[in-house]
């Protein structure tokens, strides 16, 4: 069993920037592979970053490539994402999750763990 905690969403400016973190509990976090998904009010979950256990390998929405970076301290069994040059399109709950595997995936089925989700809001 692993529990996720995220942490950091709030209100920010678009242009603006913010960092979301996601602190695991639980059996060992350093096997998992971590994502990040988002969801917007009426639309379905959908994929925003990756990252494999190892911190190694990761990926990226297209929507958000370039502007989010993902990255993992496993010594502190947390998972961050750096949010730059925010739009009002990003304002959604952003959701931590662990997979079900050490290698990196993008799929929601693909997570067997999930936190309660965070908050974003930019504006415009």
């Known amino acids: 069993q692993v529990q996720l905690v995220e942490s950091g969403g709030g209100l920010v400016q678009a242009g603006g920037s913010l960092t979301l973190s996601c602190a695991a509990s639980g059996r060992t976090f350093s096997t998992n592979a971590m994502g990040w998904f988002r969801q917007a009010p009426g639309k379905e979950r959908e994929f925003v970053a990756a990252i494999n256990w190892s911190g190694g390998r990761t990926s990226y929405a297209d929507s958000v490539k370039g502007r989010f970076t993902i990255s993992r301290d496993n010594a502190k069994n947390t998972v961050y994402l750096q949010m730059n040059s925010l739009k009002p399109e990003d304002t959604a709950i952003y959701y931590c999750?662990?997979?079900?595997?050490?290698?990196?995936?993008?799929?929601?089925?693909?997570?067997?763990?999930w936190g309660q989700g965070t908050q974003v809001t930019v504006s415009s």
């Open positions: 999750a662990a997979a079900r595997t050490t290698l990196l995936r993008t799929a929601t089925y693909e997570y067997e763990y």
